[in-house]
């Protein structure tokens, strides 16, 4: 009903400014995640380790900004951290393989910067849960996949591949 509806409406409303969730996002600092290997008698982390946090370049998200301050590079006064604990971390679509806008963690750590670095290195929690109980992967190839870009060697393993289907 019409009651319930706007009921419901207003529940999703409170719980929204609860969250304090951004209504319009900032996608600033641009990095690499990649997990983090443990030697076999220890017990995996499901944390993900990631590396070159920055926002050196433009890009259609906005201008860049300073790594320490957050300043918008060329002189603007908006300031604002390019990453911090909690940020939901996104697939950018850059290398061609992931699409745009998988979510993939959250920023458990921030390493402090040392001097003269030009990047941020941090912890994330992968937003899958039970990442280290999966039994099974199923692995998709990357959107626009063109056969006819691969190298001739991959071309032919590929080929051949699908001559056995």
Known sequence: SE?????????????SDELNLPKNPL?????????????????????????GFNYDFNDKHGPSRDL???EIAGG????CPIIQVGDLLVTS??????????KI???????????????????????????MDLQYVTVLPPQGFD???????????VQLLQNNQ
Request: no cysteine.
């Open 147 to 157: 056969l006819s870009s691969m190298p001739e060697p991959v071309d032919k393993v």
């Open 76 to 79: 603007g006064r908006e300031t």
């Open 105 to 131: 963690a959250t920023v458990h750590t921030i390493t402090p910067l040392a001097e003269g670095a030009y990047a941020y290195e941090l912890l994330a929690m992968p937003t899958a849960e039970e990442l």
């Open 27 to 51: 996608y600033l600092a641009k990095g690499i995640l990649q997990g983090q290997g443990e030697a076999l008698w220890r017990t995996p982390s499901p944390l993900l380790k990631g590396s």
């Open 3 to 15: 009651e319930k509806r706007k009921a419901m409406q207003w529940l999703l409303n409170s719980l």
């Open 93 to 102: 679509g850059m290398d061609g393989v992931f699409p745009e806008g998988l």
């Open 68 to 70: 320490r301050t957050g």
